[in-house]
């Protein structure tokens, strides 16, 4: 099955020669105490008649009625340790070779955690995983650092899958924090790396369980043990984000949910890149045209039917035996294959219902399953974006022109209904780059916003999408 982030490239922004040149944190000596525990926020999830309105009845497409949790245990972390050290000096010989030149200069020393944490699932209190990068050698006297949340993009569907294990992501995090960030990855729910079992299948690009979870994960940074607090560093209620793919689809989230869910944290921009942020556009691609991302709808409507009360019904939408061969293959493995081997045609895959209701530019009608991808697309959710933000706030939005997967037509239609509803945005969409190569070309660019938004410098709103440009990581031919 063909993922809207393959599990090889969450790697390749710095490549497997940093991720191996670390050393594991096993055999490390413990850190010595750190500084003061610094004070930490309460969580303040909802609070007003508009927040509570949807804390109290978020369910929708006829999911069982249920509402968030206001437990002053989110982000409580409940067991960690210790996985590789990674020297300034590695890393910026090993991050030059592997990306070139940057916008940025590396400072710090990083060590890398996974952490298990309290979050929440549909009402009820769950625990997932994250990997956090401590940067070891920040002055006492130091200011707050500000937090940088990485989001993946589709590494699995069921627990294991999550790539807080993988030495890659560590690598990526380690370089990101010797910068001047914290920074926590979550393995979103569904993917954890630690017993005991989530006990379900992760739902798949459903963004309110993914934006909560990576919310309180964010809320666990500020709550780390002192043993995990080397050196100076201390984290600050400041949040940028950045994501792609799956990651970017849920760093968009993070935004349209913050206000309502983590009202105490202060997001200062987001960087999303290659996002399905239109699920019904891609959604009615994928079933009008056998394309690549028909895989990713039946993935997402296999992994997801089961978060909204609806395992029993995928014959609706699925034609069996698919409606009880995709749960139990993304349940069997972190790489479920080509589950759509040998149908070549969308009449073997999906129910005439479907298929009339895509053509006929009605998806959204089709319930539950139009419902489902109306609700987790940014352009059509009945979810409101009601954050009020900073002239420094900002969302950088990247595309690849030559993106395959998520359909840049497609999105750059959404960027602009987006953009003319309100969001602060800019647009890039890198020349010639895949699905894949999208975030990395455009990593120089990124790196430059996140630090300008993390400097408190004014926004520049944008809502023209741009002709595709080279991006600044284009490779020299």
């Not at 296999?302 to 699925?318: C, F, H, I, Q, T």
């Not at 969308?346 to 479907?354: D, G, H, K, M, Y």
């Not at 139009?370 to 002239?391: F, H, P």
Request: proline letters at 8%.
């Amino acid at each position: 099955m063909r993922y809207l982030l393959d599990r090889r490239v969450r790697g390749i922004l710095l490549g497997s020669t940093l991720a191996l040149a670390a050393c594991g944190g096993e055999d490390s000596p413990p850190p010595p105490s750190g500084p003061g525990k610094p004070e930490i926020p309460a969580p303040e999830v909802a609070g007003t008649p508009e927040t509570n309105a949807l804390a109290d009845a978020p369910a929708r497409c006829g999911q069982p009625d249920h509402a968030w949790q206001r437990d002053l245990s989110l982000g409580e972390i409940t067991s960690h340790r210790a996985t590789a050290t990674y020297p300034k000096g590695l890393l910026d010989a090993l991050a030059a070779e592997a990306l070139g030149n940057l916008p940025v200069s590396l400072q710090y020393d990083v060590v890398t955690h996974v952490f298990t944490y309290v979050t929440q699932d549909r009402g009820k209190a769950v625990e997932a995983t994250a990997l956090l990068a401590w940067p070891t050698s920040v002055p006492e006297d130091a200011e707050a650092l500000p937090t940088l949340m990485v989001l993946h993009g589709t590494s699995g569907f069921t627990d294991g899958c999550g790539p807080s294990a993988e030495t890659d992501t560590a690598a990526l995090a380690a370089a990101l924090a010797s910068i001047g960030y914290v920074v926590v990855a979550p393995d979103y729910i569904g993917l954890k790396n630690e017993p005991p079992p989530t006990g379900f299948l992760h739902p798949y690009l459903v963004g309110q369980a993914t934006a909560i979870a990576s919310l309180d994960a964010a809320r666990a940074v500020l709550r780390l043990p002192e043993e995990i607090r080397e050196g100076g560093a201390r984290p600050s209620t400041r949040l940028a984000v950045v994501g792609g793919s799956q990651g970017g689809h849920a760093a968009l989230w993070v935004d349209r949910l913050a206000p309502y869910y983590a009202r105490e944290l202060e997001i200062v921009g987001i960087a999303t890149t290659v996002p399905p942020a239109d699920m019904l556009g891609e959604g009615t691609l994928a079933l009008t045209t056998k394309r690549e991302s028909t895989d990713n709808m039946v993935a997402f409507y296999g992994a997801s039917a089961g978060w909204y009360g609806a395992a029993d019904k995928l014959a609706e939408v699925l034609l069996p035996p698919l409606d009880a061969e995709v749960p139990a293959a993304l349940g069997a493995g972190c790489d479920p294959g080509d589950l759509l081997s040998g149908k070549d045609m969308l009449t073997s895959i999906f129910q005439p219902e479907a298929l009339d209701a895509a053509a006929s530019g009605k998806l959204d009608a089709f319930a539950p399953w139009g419902c489902m991808a109306a609700e987790n697309g940014l352009t059509t959710t009945s979810v409101s974006r009601i954050q009020k933000d900073a002239a420094s706030y900002g969302i950088l939005f990247v595309t690849g022109e030559a993106d395959t997967l998520v359909d840049t037509p497609t999105e750059r239609v959404a960027f602009g209904a987006l953009c003319d509803a309100g969001m602060p945005m800019r647009y890039l969409e890198c020349a010639g780059a895949s699905h894949t190569r999208a975030t990395t070309w455009a990593l120089p660019e990124i790196l430059t916003f996140l630090g300008d938004r993390v400097a408190g410098k004014p926004f520049e709103k944008a809502c023209a999408t741009s002709a595709p440009v080279t991006c600044a990581g284009t490779p020299t031919p």
